[in-house]
C-alpha cells in the first residue's frame, strides 16, 4: 500500500489532528467515530470514554484489540468541549445513528464525491486530476464514487472521456498508470440536470443510492460552478441529495461575495440549507506546500519565533505575479478584479498564518480562532495605501501580447485592475508600525508567489562602513517561495574567502527539488482529502471572511466609487511604477526587484 493517510501510525501527523479533535470531542459516553485501518478503511466504531483513566491512546484498538487502527474523524454532532487525559476504548455495538452491530469484515461506509459544474475549466484542470492522483495514492476510502453534474448532455463514457483527457496530472508518468486510470475511471458516473431542479438532484439521489455500499452513505459535493448559482445548486442538493445516515459536505469554490454585504449575504443563505461544519469554503493556497509549512516553519524551530516581532521585522511582503493575462476567464474576473481575486483570500490567508499568534493547537478551530484574531486587529486598508494597474498591450520579439481590454468578454473601458499593491497594518503588539505589503499582478515578467521577510540591521554592526549609509539595505532576508521551484532561503552577510575584508550576501537555501526526492502534490490534492476526511484546518470559517472583507470593502467601494484609473503597464513588464511609491512612502525596498534576489 503506497504510503498515504490511511496507515496505522500514530505518528502521522493527520491522525494526530485528528485525534485533538477527539479529545475536544469525548466528553459525552459514547462516541462514534470512523476508524480507519489497513485493509478496513471507514469502519464505524461505537467508542467509550472512560473519564477515570489517566491517558489517552491515539490508536483505537479492535474489539479483541488485535488490530491497531487510526481514528481519524467524528460523526456526531455533540458540542465542543475540551477534555484531557481520557482513555477511550471499543465497546459493543451502538443502535444510535444507523450504526449497525460492530463488524471489522464488513466496511460499512462509503463516499462519494459529487463535483457539481463538471463540464467546466476547473472540474477539468484541477478538481478530476486531484481525485485522480488521491486514487492513485490509495486515499480514498475503500467504497468511493465520484458524480459528475452539470446541464451538458453527456453520457457515462463522455464524461470518462472527458477526465481521462485531464489526468496528465503528475501521477502519469508512474508505474502502472494506465491500469489505475481504467480502475478511477470506472468509479467515475455522471447525471445531467439542472442546478436550481429538486428533481434532478432528486435523480441523482436515485442513481447516488445505486452506487452506495454498506450502511454509512456519506456524500461530499464540490460547487465548482459561478457563484450566481451557488445558493440554487446548494439548495437543491441539501433538499434532495443529503445523505439520509452519513454526513453531507459541500465544498464552495471563492469568490464568497464581493463585499462584505454579498458576503455575509451569501453566508447567510448557505446557512439556510447546510450548517457551517457542512460548509468547506476552499482557498486552495492554503493548500500549498510552503503555506501549509509556514507554522512548521515558525512554531517547530528556536531560531524563528524569537525573531518573529516588530522588534527584528522591519517589513513583511506578499508577492503574486503571473506571466499570462486572464485569457479565457476575463468575464469572471472583469466583475471581481485582482484584489478581490488574489489579495483579499490567497495574499491575506497567507498574511494570517504568517502573523497570527502560537494556536493553542493544531486543531482546526484554535488554528482559525487565532487566525481570525489577527485580521480583528488589523487596519482597514486607506485608498491612500492602494496602487492599481491593468495591463496594456505590448510586442516582443514580433509577438504582439494582447491588452486585459482586448478581451471580447471585458468591456473596452474597463477600469477593473489586473494589478495591485497594498500597505496592510496590524494594530496589536507584536505588529505595531510593521509594513505588511502585498502585491498581485497578471501579465508581468514571470509566475512567482513568495514571501518576503526583511529584518531590521544589525544594532551598532562592526561592519557597517561595508554597508554604506543605508544600513536597511544589505540585512537579513527570509524569504520563503511558494512557486514555482518550492524554496525557504535565508539571506545573509558573509565574508568573501580572501585575504581582504569583503563582505557579500549570500544564501542559506533549502530548495525543495534537491532535498527532497518525493513529489509536491496539488493543492487539490490535500484539501479534497481533508474534506472527506473532515479535517476543517485549511478552510475559510465564516467569522474569517467578514474578517476579511471588512478590511478590503471600505477602499474597494472608495476605488470603484471614485472609478480611479488603473496605472497602465506593458504586458509582461513588471508593474506600474507607482507601486515602488508605495512602497517608498514605508522606507520599503520590493525583494523581487533586488539583483541577487
Ligand atoms: N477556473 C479556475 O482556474 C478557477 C475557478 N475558481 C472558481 O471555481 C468555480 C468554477 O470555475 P470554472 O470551472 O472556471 O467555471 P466555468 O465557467 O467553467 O463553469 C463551470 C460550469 O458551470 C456551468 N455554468 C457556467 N456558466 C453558467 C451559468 N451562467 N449558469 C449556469 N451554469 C453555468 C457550466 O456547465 P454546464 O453548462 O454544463 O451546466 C460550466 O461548465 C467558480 O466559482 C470560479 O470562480 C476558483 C479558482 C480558480
Ligand atoms: O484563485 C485563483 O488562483 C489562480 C492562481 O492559482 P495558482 O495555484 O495557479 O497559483 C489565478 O490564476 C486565478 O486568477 C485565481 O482566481
Not at 496528465?168 to 480502475?183: L, P, V
Not at 446557512?271 to 493548500?287: S, T
Not at 518573529?308 to 485569457?327: A, C, H, M, P
Request: hydrophobic fraction near 35%; aromatic fraction near 10%; proline fraction near 5%.
Amino acid at each position: 500500500m503506497a504510503s498515504c493517510c490511511f496507515s496505522s501510525s500514530a505518528t502521522n501527523s493527520r491522525s494526530i489532528y485528528s485525534s485533538a479533535s477527539i479529545l475536544q470531542r469525548i466528553q459525552q459516553q459514547h462516541v462514534i467515530v470512523s476508524v480507519a485501518s489497513p485493509g478496513l478503511q471507514y469502519n464505524k466504531f461505537s467508542l467509550r470514554s472512560n473519564s477515570n483513566s489517566p491517558s489517552f491512546p491515539l490508536a483505537a484498538a479492535s474489539q479483541d484489540g488485535a488490530i491497531s487502527t487510526t481514528v481519524t474523524s467524528i460523526e456526531n454532532d455533540i458540542p465542543l468541549k475540551k477534555v484531557r487525559d481520557t482513555k477511550i476504548s471499543v465497546a459493543p455495538p451502538e443502535e444510535s445513528k444507523g450504526i449497525t452491530p460492530f463488524d471489522l469484515n464488513k466496511d460499512k461506509s462509503s463516499v462519494t464525491i459529487t463535483v457539481v459544474g463538471a463540464s467546466g475549466d476547473l472540474a477539468k484542470k484541477k478538481i478530476f486530476p486531484a481525485l485522480f492522483a488521491l486514487y492513485y495514492e490509495d486515499c480514498l476510502p475503500e467504497h468511493f464514487t465520484i458524480f459528475g453534474y452539470a446541464r451538458s448532455k453527456m453520457t457515462d463514457a463522455e464524461l470518462r472521456e472527458m477526465v481521462s483527457k485531464t489526468l496528465t496530472c503528475r501521477i502519469d508518468k508512474r508505474a502502472n498508470c494506465g491500469e489505475k486510470m481504467e480502475q478511477f475511471l470506472k468509479r467515475c458516473f455522471y447525471h445531467s440536470g439542472q442546478y436550481d431542479s429538486e428533481a434532478n438532484f432528486a435523480e441523482l439521489d436515485k442513481k447516488l443510492k445505486e452506487h452506495e455500499a454498506g450502511t454509512i452513505a456519506n456524500r461530499l459535493f464540490y460547487l465548482s460552478i459561478p457563484p450566481n448559482i451557488f445558493i440554487n445548486a446548494v439548495k437543491s442538493a441539501s433538499t434532495s441529495a443529503s445523505s439520509a445516515n452519513g454526513w453531507t459536505r459541500v465544498i464552495v469554490e471563492k469568490p464568497f461575495g464581493r463585499d462584505s454585504e454579498s458576503s455575509a449575504a451569501l453566508t447567510t443563505a448557505l446557512k439556510q440549507y447546510l450548517e457551517e461544519d457542512q460548509i468547506f469554503r476552499i482557498d486552495h493556497y492554503l493548500g500549498k506546500e510552503l503555506v501549509e509549512n509556514l507554522s512548521v516553519l515558525r512554531f517547530s524551530n528556536l531560531i524563528f519565533e524569537p525573531l518573529w516581532s516588530r522588534q527584528f521585522i522591519r517589513n513583511v511582503q506578499l508577492i503574486f505575479s503571473e506571466d499570462f493575462g486572464t485569457e479565457g476567464r476575463g468575464g469572471y474576473f472583469d466583475n471581481y478584479g485582482i484584489v478581490r481575486d488574489i489579495m483579499q483570500n490567497h495574499l491575506l490567508q497567507i498574511l494570517a498564518l504568517f502573523a497570527m499568534e502560537t494556536p493553542v493547537s493544531l486543531d482546526a478551530e484554535d488554528i482559525r480562532n487565532e487566525k481570525v484574531k489577527v485580521l480583528r486587529s488589523m487596519r482597514p486598508i486607506q485608498l491612500d495605501d492602494v496602487v492599481i494597474g491593468q495591463y496594456k498591450s505590448h510586442t516582443r520579439g514580433g509577438v504582439n501580447y494582447p491588452a486585459y481590454t482586448d478581451d471580447k468578454t471585458v468591456p473596452h473601458n474597463s477600469l477593473t485592475p489586473t494589478f495591485a499593491a497594498a500597505a496592510l497594518f496590524i494594530d496589536n503588539a507584536r505588529w505595531d508600525g510593521v509594513p505588511f505589503l502585498m502585491k498581485a499582478g497578471k501579465a508581468l515578467h514571470d509566475r512567482r508567489t513568495e514571501i518576503r521577510v526583511q529584518f531590521r540591521h544589525v544594532p551598532g554592526n562592526l561592519y557597517k562602513r561595508n554597508f554604506g549609509t543605508d544600513l536597511d539595505h544589505e540585512t537579513n532576508e527570509l524569504v520563503i517561495r511558494v512557486q514555482p521551484d518550492e524554496a525557504i532561503y535565508l539571506k545573509i552577510n558573509n565574508k568573501v574567502p580572501g585575504l581582504g575584508m569583503r563582505l557579500d550576501r549570500s544564501n542559506l537555501n533549502l530548495l525543495y527539488s534537491t532535498r527532497y526526492s518525493g513529489e509536491i502534490p496539488d493543492a487539490y490534492e490535500r484539501l479534497l482529502l481533508d474534506a472527506v476526511e473532515g479535517e476543517r484546518r485549511l478552510f475559510i470559517r465564516s467569522d474569517e471572511l467578514d474578517a476579511a472583507w471588512s478590511l478590503f470593502t471600505p477602499v474597494l467601494k472608495d476605488l470603484e466609487d471614485k472609478k480611479t484609473v488603473p496605472e497602465y503597464y506593458p504586458y509582461g513588464s513588471r508593474g506600474p511604477v507607482g507601486a515602488h511609491y508605495l512602497a517608498a512612502k514605508y522606507k520599503v525596498r520590493w525583494g523581487d526587484f533586488a539583483g541577487d534576489q
